[in-house]
């Protein structure tokens, strides 16, 4: 069973960059996507991008296509997610998610439920 641990949340201006990070421990890095998801304020949960497992495809929202980076380092352990030109929009607890399963169509790396690990969540809040 893996766990999760998101880091590197905080408050930016508009336009600004962060970069969250989501260790993995307690399993095969390797047999694990992962993907990132987040919940504004009074919303619900939303799918921001996601990484297929073993070099497989990525895949993200196109609210955040051209802005967002979702990369994996195998020997770190460790998922991060660039995010440049960040809009107030963008503020949300942001989620790392893990998953075992292997999905041969993209669109299930975007479904939250098809998860089965979920980290505590990182606040990234973005000011106008």
């Known amino acids: 069973q893996v766990q999760v641990v998101e880091t590197g949340g905080g408050l930016v201006q508009a336009g600004g960059s962060l970069r969250l990070s989501c260790a993995a421990s307690?399993?095969?890095?390797?047999?694990?996507?992962l993907g990132w998801f987040r919940q504004p304020p009074g919303k619900e949960r939303e799918f921001v991008c996601a990484?297929?497992?073993?070099?497989?495809?990525?895949y993200y929202a196109d609210s955040v296509k051209g802005r967002f980076t979702i990369t994996s380092d195998n020997a770190k352990k460790t998922v991060f997610l660039q995010m440049n030109n960040l809009k107030p929009e963008d503020t949300a607890v942001y989620y790392c998610?893990?998953?075992?399963?292997?999905?041969?169509?993209?669109?299930?790396?975007?479904?939250?439920?098809?998860?089965?690990?979920w980290g505590q969540g990182t606040q990234v809040t973005v000011s106008s």
């Open positions: 998610a893990a998953t075992s399963t292997y999905y041969s169509d993209n669109y299930s790396y975007t479904e939250g439920r098809l998860y089965d690990y």
């Open positions: 307690g399993g095969t890095f390797s047999r694990y996507s």
């Open positions: 990484i297929a497992r073993s070099g497989g495809g990525r």
